[in-house]
Structure formats: structure tokens, C-alpha cells
């Protein structure tokens, strides 16, 4: 499916579904969360006849491009998990609901392994590179594990038992760490997410919707804003809420972008990020 139609000026949006083609998808929500394996999206698509519910299959290729006419746009891929039927007045509608790039590396490619004597920050790279994909930044300290057994299991499991270990056995802050695919398709291993694009400025009277601060320290605070393309969960944002004498740097724990028709939103989730040993 190809699609490069939207009703807001100034927005191009591009959907790619096993090569079938619509003619507009009134609504493309793409999310990332800091501490989930993959990223998600979900596709709605027009189907009053019901044809493309007979042709979407689990494991079609997606791609969503997505940015302002005329800039750098987002390109977006995955596979299609499933779909489901539009309800009430989106009857005639199908929701594709699409896994992230992630999810071959991360969660398909399995490890079964024994390792002795070995330090932390080599067996990540040697895990990782099962993957077959690069390997980028790995930000895991150098502390000796005496042993490390993995049994079948998936990478991004095999990379929480080593953080597991790291945390336990040496005392090392890794609640933070997760594991990321960048926009190169590299992976990324580490407690941030600083690639090297300018960090966004959302502000009173330039570009702040709304905002609901955090209510205590462990909570998490939400910020509305127009589209922000290369947003993602990682990142620093520079928020300046004027109301609420707020101008600070925070970095997203949770992303989604909403295209819709009327409306095209980019919310950001900031705050605490869970303890997970």
C-alpha cells in the first residue's frame, strides 16, 4: 500500500504495506518506550468490502515515512502482528498493527551459550553480534563475570541477564540501560540516547500543547506538541513552560506520534524511569 495523501498542509506521509496501495489512511500512530523491547505502530486503513482483511498477513513489510514538506522525514519499518476490524462509525476501517525493526534482532535471533571468566562489556559485544547487524555504542562496564549461562533465549532476554548479573554481583547502576535500534539501523546499548541532532525546543506559544507535570519524583510527566519527526524515546527535549516557570532539559522515556487526518501530534513521556533489579 502507498500512500502520500493528508488533509493537514505541510504534512507528507508515506505507508508501504506488502506493495498493495490505498487511497488515505485516516490515522498512523507510530510509539517508542525506553524499556520495551520494539517499537509499535498501528495503520488504519479503509476497507468497506473487506478485500485487504483477506490480504494483510502477519510478517508483510511495512514502511511509514512521515515529516514536514520540504525537511528530513522519519522512515519507519517493521512487520505486520495482526490486524483487527473498525468499530462503530470506522466499521468499514481495518487497524494494521505493525512490530518495529527491532523485533527480528532483538526478539526472533536466540543465544545459547556458556561464558567463563569473561568481562561484562565484552559479552555484550559478542551477545549483539549474533544479531548480525552492527554493532554501535555498547555502554557496559568493564567488570569481570565469572560465569554467564544462556539457554535459548532471545538477545534482548540474554541482555537483561547480563545487566542482571552486572547489577548483583558488582553493585553497577544498569536500571537505566536499554537497547535500541538507531535510524542507521545499528545497535545501541547504554543508559542514553544522545545522537547527534539538535534537541528540540518545545515552548509556551512554540509549539507546547499541553502539558501535565509529574505529580511526585517516581512519576512521569506528558507533553503534547506538534509532529516532531525524529523524536524518539532517549532523547533530550528542552521544555519552557512559562505558566508553570519550567524551562528545562528532560529526556523522553516514551514517544508516540499521532497523523490524523484533521491533526498531526507528537506526545513525549518524561520522568521516572523503573527501577528493574
Not at 548480525?132 to 533465549?153: E, I, K, Q, S
Not at 501530534?265 to 527501577?275: A, D, H, K, N
Request: with cysteine; glycine share 10%.
Amino acid at each position: 500500500m502507498s500512500l502520500q495523501q493528508n488533509t493537514i498542509a505541510g504534512i507528507n506521509v508515506r505507508v508501504v504495506i506488502d506493495g498493495m496501495v490505498v487511497a488515505r489512511c485516516p490515522r498512523c500512530v507510530v510509539s517508542f518506550d525506553r524499556h520495551t523491547v520494539t517499537s509499535y505502530g498501528e495503520i488504519d486503513v479503509p476497507d468497506p468490502e473487506g478485500v485487504l482483511m483477506q490480504r494483510v498477513k502477519p510478517g508483510q513489510h511495512v514502511s511509514v515515512r512521515f515529516g514536514y514538506r520540504g525537511q528530513p522525514a522519519r522512515e519507519w519499518t517493521g512487520l505486520v502482528d495482526g490486524w483487527r476490524p473498525g468499530f462503530g462509525r470506522n466499521r468499514d476501517q481495518l487497524t494494521v498493527q505493525v512490530l518495529g525493526p527491532e523485533f527480528a534482532p532483538f526478539m526472533r535471533t536466540r543465544v545459547t551459550e556458556a561464558y567463563m571468566d569473561e568481562t561484562a562489556d565484552v559479552l555484550a559485544r559478542l551477545i549483539l553480534a549474533k544479531t548480525g547487524c552492527t554493532v554501535g555504542t555498547v555502554d557496559v562496564p568493564a567488570v569481570n563475570l565469572p560465569r554467564l549461562t544462556l539457554r535459548d533465549v532471545p538477545v534482548w532476554q540474554a541482555m537483561e541477564q547480563l545487566a542482571h548479573s552486572c547489577a548483583m554481583a558488582h553493585g553497577q547502576d544498569m536500571s537505566h540501560h536499554a537497547l535500541w535500534l538507531d535510524d542507521a539501523g545499528a545497535i545501541q546499548y547504554g543508559p542514553h540516547n544522545d545522537e547527534p541532532e539538535a534537541v528540540p525546543v518545545i515552548a509556551t506559544g512554540a509549539g507546547l500543547i499541553a502539558h501535565n507535570p509529574a505529580q511526585s519524583p517516581k512519576a512521569r510527566g506528558s507533553v503534547e506538541t506538534f509532529l516532531l519527526p525524529g523524536m524518539r524515546d532517549g532523547r533530550l527535549f528542552k521544555l519552557q513552560d512559562v505558566r508553570r516557570g519550567i524551562d528545562a532539559e528532560y529526556r523522553a522515556v516514551h514517544v508516540e506520534h499521532h497523523i490524523e487526518q484533521t491533526k498531526a501530534r507528537t506526545w513525549l513521556w518524561y520522568g521516572g524511569e523503573y527501577e528493574r533489579f
